[in-house]
Structures are given as C-alpha cells and as structure tokens.
C-alpha cells in the first residue's frame, strides 16, 4: 500500500527561503502570514491530508463512484467523513475573502495546502478544488447580490461548485456549444442541454452543489460572441438561504474512465433549469477564462502533487527491494543483494523526477505569488508586472508540469518492476490518475497554443520581454559567483535557446502561421525547461546563502539542482532543432493521405 | 470503438522493397516464401485478426479472465473460439521444422504476422506468442525424446507454453530464485515453489499446458551457477501421448493488473510437481536466455502493435471530430467547424507516431531477418555476422521500441482529448495494455544494462563495430545523391552522437563501473534513434529507387522520413550532453538522504 508524506520542509524552503514570502507583508492578509504561521498551517495540512485522506485513495479508485436510477450519486467509503472534517477545520476558507467567510490568507499558501491534500487523494482534492474556481469567478463576475446568495456556504464548503462547459459535440471549441438559455419574466433564465465531463457534478458530500454553466440565450449571436454564464443551484436557494426543492439537472450517468474514479465525473442533463446570468449577456466566455486561470494552475499542481506521492513511494521500494549487486562493488554484503537504490540506472529515475518536482513546486508557488500580488497590491506597476507573469506562466505550468508529472508517476512505477503493473501497489493508479491531467482544462496542446498564439505577443511581447530580462539579469548578477557556475551557465545556454526560438517565431510565424501551430507544443515545453531552470538557479542561491544553516538540506539542493541542469537542461537544444525545422515536413501530407 | 487495419502494405515495402526478400531463397524455408505467397499469409493474417481478433478486445479488457475456487481460469468471451480457428488455420506452425509439424517458413513472416495479431489483440497474441517461445526453448535445448514429446502438439497449437522465472522477492536478479527440484528415482524431479506474474499460467483454451520451469536442484550451488530448467506440464503425458492426470501445480490466483486483462497473470503453486530437466544440470540460465532473446525480439513487437492501432484510430478521430479552425484559413468551409487534423500539433503527433512505427516495424523485420540467417544459413560468416547484429538489436528493440511505443500511445489519447480518457473509446486501454510491454522480459532499465555491459564489448566490440561500419558505408554510398541528403545527414550526425557516447563510454566507464550504469537508458535510447534513423536511410532509398512504381505510397514514405529526421533524430545529441555528465552527481547522495 502506498504511503505518502507531505512535503512540508521543501514547501517552507521555496515559501521563506526563495521566494521570501515575509518581503511581502505590506500586502493584505500577508501580515498574518507569519513564518511561525505558514509553518503551523503547513503542518495541519500535512497530517490532514497523511492521516485522512491518503488512508483513502485506494478505496476511491476500488470503489469508485456509483449513480442510483433517481440520478444521485454516492461517493467512495470515507469521502463524506473526511469532507466533513475538511470543511470543520475550514480548510476552504483560507484564501477566500473575510467579506464571504474566508480568512484573507494568500493564495499562494492555499495553493501549497492543495498540493498536500491532491498529493494524499487527488479524487478527493477535486471536490474542494473545483468550489474555489467556481468561487473565484463568482468573486470576480457575479452581482454582490449573487455573492452574498452563493458565497458564504461555498467557501465554508457547504455547498460545492462545478464547471460547466464541455457538450458532447465540443470540448475545445466553445463557440459551437448549444445549451441554450430562455429568459424568463423573473429575470432568471430556463436552461436545457447536455453538459459532459462534469467534474463533482452529482454527489453525496453536500446539501446543494451551484454549478456555474455557460449557455447561449436564445437569439445571442453564433460561436464565442454569443456565449453567456450562468449559476445554477442543483436545489434553489430559499428565501432563508437553505437549499429547497430541487431544479432542472440531474446527473445522466457517470462517465467510466481511465483513472480518478474516486471523483464523479459526471453527464449533467438540463431540462429547463432555471439559472441566473452571471457578470454581462455574451461575455461568459471572459468569465469562464477567470475560473479556467485558476484551474489551470491547480491542475499543474495535480501533475506535481501526483507526481510527488510517486516518487515518495519509489523511494520507498528502491530502499527496500533487493536485486543484484551494485556494479561499483557490494555495498550491503549482510543482505542476498542489495537495494535496487546503489544501481545508477534507479537513481536517474529518482533523481530526475525529484528535481523536475522541486523545480515545479517553486514555479508553481512562485506563479501563485504573482496572482496574489496582482490581486492584493495597491501598486498598479506591481500588479500588472505580477499579471503579466501570471498569464504568461499558467499555460507552461499546466502544460508542461503535468507532461513532465505523467512522465514521472510512469517512471515511479517502473522502478517497482512487474509489482508496479499490479493493482495491490497501488503504483499504476497514480499513473491512471495523473494521466487527465494533461488533458482537461485544456489539452497541453491547447495550452502549448495558447502560449505561441496570445501570451507571447500580448502587450507588444512584455511579459516575455519581462520574464527574459528578469532570468537574463539573475544569471548577470551571479556571473562572478563560481558557486553558482553549474546553475548559471546551463541556464544560461538555456536561455538563449529560448531566446533563439522566440526569434525564429517572431521571423516565421507571421507570414506563415502553421510555424507557430508547429512549434507550439516544443517552444512551451522549451519554456518550461528553462522556467524550472531559472527556478533551480534561484533555490541554489537560496541554498547557498543559508551559510551552513541546516546545512544537509541545503547540500541535497545544490545535488538535486546540479543534476537537474546536467541531465534535464540538455533537452532545450533538442526542442530548438526541432521548432526550426518549420511546419513544411509536418502539413505536406494531405489529410486523406493518413 | 476502436477499429484495425494490419498495415499490409507497409509490412510488404519492408519485406520486399527494403529487404529484397527474395534475396534469401537460397536459406532453407525461404524459397517458399515467394512474394505471392508472402501476400497471400500476410492477406488471411490480417484478415483473421480484423474480423476474429479486434472485435474481442474490448471484450478481453472489460470481462477479463476469472478464477474458480479449483484453480481453473475462464477466459473472455469469445477468446476459445478464436483459438480454436487459430489453430485450425495453424497460425502457430509457421516458422518452426516441419520434422515437429511446422511450415519451415521464415521467422521473420511469422513476426510479421504476429506484430497484425498483437495489434488487433493483445492479450490474446499472449497465449500463441509464449507458445513459441516455450517451443523455441525446447527444440535449441530439449533432448529429442522431449521434443518428440512435447513439440508437435505445441507447434500445432494443441498445447500452450509458459515461462516461469519470476519468485516474489526475484525478478531481475533470478540467482536469488528459491523453487527448489528434488531428483527421484526415475530421473525424473519434483519441484516446489512459487511463481508469480505467469503470463497465460492458467487457462481454458487448451486441454494442456507445458510450464518452463527455473528451479534449483537440491544441493546445486547458490546465485545463478545452480539454476536448472524444467518442463513441467499441467498434466501428465500418458504413453500414447495424451493429456493424463493433474500435476502438482495449481494457479494460487490472478494479478490485478492495469492493462492486459485478457490475458492470465497467474500466482503458479508448485508442490511436489514433477517436471523433467531440459538440457544441462545447473545451465538453466542460458537455457531461459535462449527463450528470452526470442520474447524480447516479440515483446518489442508488442510495444509497435499496440502503438499502430492507437495511431490508427488517432487518425480516424482526427478526421472525424470537427473543432476550431485551421490558422493557416478555414478548411471545411461547409462545415461547422474543420477536422482537428488542420491543426498542426494534432499532426505533429499523428507524424512522430507514424514516423516512429514505420522505422520500428523495418527495425524488427531487419532483426527477425538476422535471426533467420543465423538459424539457417551454412556460411559461418554470415552466421557470425547475423547473431551479432541480432544480440546487439534485440535490447534495443526491446527496450526502445516499447519506450516509445507506450508514449505513442498516450500521445494518440490526447488527441481523443477528454474522450481519450473515457473507457468506452478504448485509447486508455491501448495505454494501459502497452505499458506493460517496457516492464516484462526484463525491464527497459535492464535491456540497457544488457547493451552497455554484455553486448558493446562481447568480442570485442565486434558487433558495434559491424554497425557503425554498415551505417557508415551507406552514408557514403549515398553521400552524392541529392534526393537522400534529407536522410543521410541527419543520420551522419546521429551516427556521430552514438560514436561520441560510445568513444565516451570506452573511457570513462572501465575505471567507473557506474558511469556505464549512468548512461545506459540514454545510450540505448540514442542507439535506437541511430538504428531507426538507418531504417529510414534503407527506406527512403528503396522509395526513391521504385521509380514511379506506387508512387503515391512511396512519396508517403520520403515524407514521412524526412520528419523522423527533422523532429526525432535531434533527441540523439540530448542523450549525447546526457551521458557525457557521468554519474557524479546522479550518485552523489547517500541512499538515506532519499
């Protein structure tokens, strides 16, 4: 049986010692975010999610999620108990306003909280995840009336929130969906169509679940212009504000897939249910990206957090299995052989995917800090630098956090042998489970597009200007530094491929813009490796300034982020050679010739 | 629901346009194998599996196989009959000696035909597949007696085969292995002990099953000096040849397992069994490698079959499904939106896909090729140069061609994008499927150990040495064609990077043991490379030299070439930066620092 523990020392690392999270105490609810404070928060977090809800990951993917014929749904064994607990201990609330209930606390502490609790039982962290990105966009979009109607019982985790947005016909492109909206002399609207992929659509945890919907209302135009959002309780809220009769949608069927079958992924029919236009006619798609941002960087996270729990348990295996004896000479002569951990080949799989999760982990939670600093500072520079850096980022950290967190949960389970094959290791589940993540939110595809194709350009290119001048001034800052020559000088040769390939799509995509289309996907993950690069530079002097303060801890970053620079950074190049080989080779098939 | 078509037409070009087949009728077997008759096997074959096979893999995944409490295993629906006409049709005849019952056909048609019946169903080429490579084992080691005795009904189908090595605390390192055979009276042993992961260890197909048993002789010596290998069938033969009484073994259970689920991953009991010694006392080892040279030529096989079909149906969703716009100009201007096939990274990922199967499918037939001369031809040279290429290809195949494969998997799901990750489209189950091919017969980490450490300097270097020069001459022979400097340069350079990291590996790994260690998934991975790369070298030149004959097929080829040497062959000079780090860092911290 798997085991997992929470990496709280690493978080602590990346919050204080890199990222300097007392720097910014002048930012609302910072303040309270003492050391003394994330580290007591942390804690919590950690046996939490190691004592309630790892025990039951396994039950969730065993048991799954079942759907009685009137269209309700139980979850696994445990779940409800251990939501009722999530929800005492009111873990929701933390970065939520106190205007609704919540604690004020940055998001980015919310944010290491959920890696902890997906790391420990992902299914379970879906439930509680997809409230907060419904809450945002309430937050964000909906009527200080609808906030006070909605908001309350949502971050208190009473009621949960799902996303709306995928039909049969369109995942992808939104602009052909049909779930159409009548308004009503009330005010409110009737909403009827077939939304699928409904993540915590239909289950028992809650009294009401609100799930926000976008629809077309009747008459709007065709394709994005046209596209509306909506909140619409499972069961209407009466005028005391309890949830009464129950509305138009129910839950057709639960999808049968891959992995995660501790969360209900739900068909949610809707049959004249009555909804609520949020923020203004036409523009929901605006709305949905507010919540879509957010989401995309909890589903990074899912790729780091799965990615995490697998590696802790190859550890864990590597230590323990005996099998054959170290090339090097023997070097547990008491054992019949000794722990597959001395063979080099088993340590490349530890060692890549430790520095691929570390370097993630600090951009994830240094993007984080960017969206609070964007939504809290009162200095509009500060806040449209932090912005442009956010958006700039989503789309690499959803994109290449979770290729890069697949890739490893399939190397964890490699290093078990045939046992990772077999259900009772519990190995191959995170392999199923980690595997969606590449895909909803967005395809990776879809987010390595949305990089090339609006975030590189937006503004004239400042962000990316930005984000060059920033790594670019780092790696000058520390050039005279022999220290820190092994992070500097492959970032460095990573930059400048980077740097290369914006060149070569700026030169080459304009004219013909199936060069971007084709360079999309290596350009992001060229991104990413030079994003988690610059990460690695920035913890090694983090690191090397702790100045013999917990000096193990910090020797094993300066090891971990060595390797991550000598056996990962090599890949820019490759990506390089490939985006400047064009689209030609690629479209001279026809369609028909496949 | 997934569909397949056995790429014929691709396996024809390589056999006869890339091979000369023909050019072999002087090797015994081969003179039959003219190319209408090789037309004609491969017709029915892919036949039998499109209309027989397909239709029951989805059934073989969803029932899976079922255990009673007597120990008896239930296949899935269907899978009897389908063996039934496999045997009547004596599919499993034809590359074995007729003097046992086979057609004396070439191996290398017998792998082509199996890589069509593992992409139409996996967990049923399982059951005919150990069959052969059980028979192979015996007919290379077996005394007459036993192959008069066991031989002609496993040829013919009447009988499947097992292998069993795998002891829970032994995989990789079998000298750990604890069944022990106690010699009787009649010459005969009684062996005890337990076997796990036994592919097909227990079925209802056949009315016997002859188990290839490792074992220790009571008193032989400890580690893999005192491993003797046993036949030990599930029923005793009589005299006239018939299945007899039950012997001593029994399936304790089945595995849950991720994938592969038609198929029967049996615990084996062996109390008191009796089995007989095949071959030499205390040489089992070499005995089972025999067996698993064969499997991990077919295990490879495996990783490009399950990959064909996932392409296949990428393709057909990708023309299919209608979403988004072209950005090179709206395609379909009829419909409501273009196939997803305009967009470039779908087709990125259709043409590494193809690109990679295609070299893979010439890479296996090549190999299977050298195993046929080696077997066959009476010129000592040509033998000699036959098994070295055959010993240094086959952990490549193995270890390459399922590394990639199980991406090419995952990469043909994506493009089902959230439809991927649902069960009843069947991509996820080609993923689950495939992965287990990079983990059986020897894990992938352990193929590259097997290149680096057994097969680069057996002979001194002889083999390596044999294929730089091959690969070297047909660069220079081509060096002022033109139409193949899209080939040959690539490939001059990627022989570069493989000569570079052999160069590298010569000096640094003799005083170091574990930087051979270190470098070894990359080295194989960038031999892989290589040797694709020189399979699109064979292909290109024989497409360009059909001369207007098929063209249309032909100018698929070049293209599809020429993207292989664009986008894939650039990886070789990552693994190159890889491998020249050593393993300093990847070994610098201690196993407890974990």
Redesign the interface.
Known sequence: MPTYQAPTSDTLFVLNDVLGFERYNNLPGFADATPDMIEAILGEAAKFSEEILQPLNRIGDSEGCTRSDDGSVKTPTGFKEAYDAYTEAGWGTLPFSSEFGGQDLPATLATAVSEFMTGANMSFGMYPGLTAGASAALLAHASQEQKEKYLPNMIAGKWTGTMNL?EP?????LG?LRTKAVPQADGSYKLSGQK??ISAGEHDLTENIIHLVIARIEGAPEGTKGISLFVVPRNLINEDGSSGEKNGVTCGSI?????LHGNSTCVLNFDDATGWLVGVENKGLRAMFTMMNEARLGVGMQGLAVSEVAYQNA?TY??DR???R???GVKAPDK??D?I???????????TI?SINEASRALILWTALKGDINRRSDNEEDREAAEDFMELLTPVIKGVVTDKG?ENT?MA??VY??H?????WGM?QF??DS??A???EG???IQ??DLV?RKLGANGGRAIQAFFKEVGSFISANKKNDAMAPYTKPLSKGLTDLQSASMWLMQNAMQ???N???A??DYMHLFGLVAMGYMWGLMAKAALEADGDNN?FMQ?KL??G??FM??IM??T??HL??IS?G?D?????E?D??
Chains 1, 2 share one sequence.
């Open positions: 995928t016909h369109c995942g992808t492109d052909m699928i992929f999808e049968e897939k891959m992995g550890v590597a230590k005996l099998q054959g170290s090339i090097s019949k052989a722990p951990i001395v063979h080099p080949d088993i340590r490349r799989i530890l060692m430790r697949f399939v389970q490699q042998g045939g990772g094959y077999i259900a009772e191959e392999v199923r595997r969606i590449m895909i909803y395809t990776n595809g390595a597009l194709g013909k813009p199936d971007a289309g084709a999309s996907t193990e094993k090891i971990t060595k390797y000598e056996r090599p890949e190049s490759a050679a490939r080989t689209c080779t690629m479209m001279a098939l369609a010739a496949f």
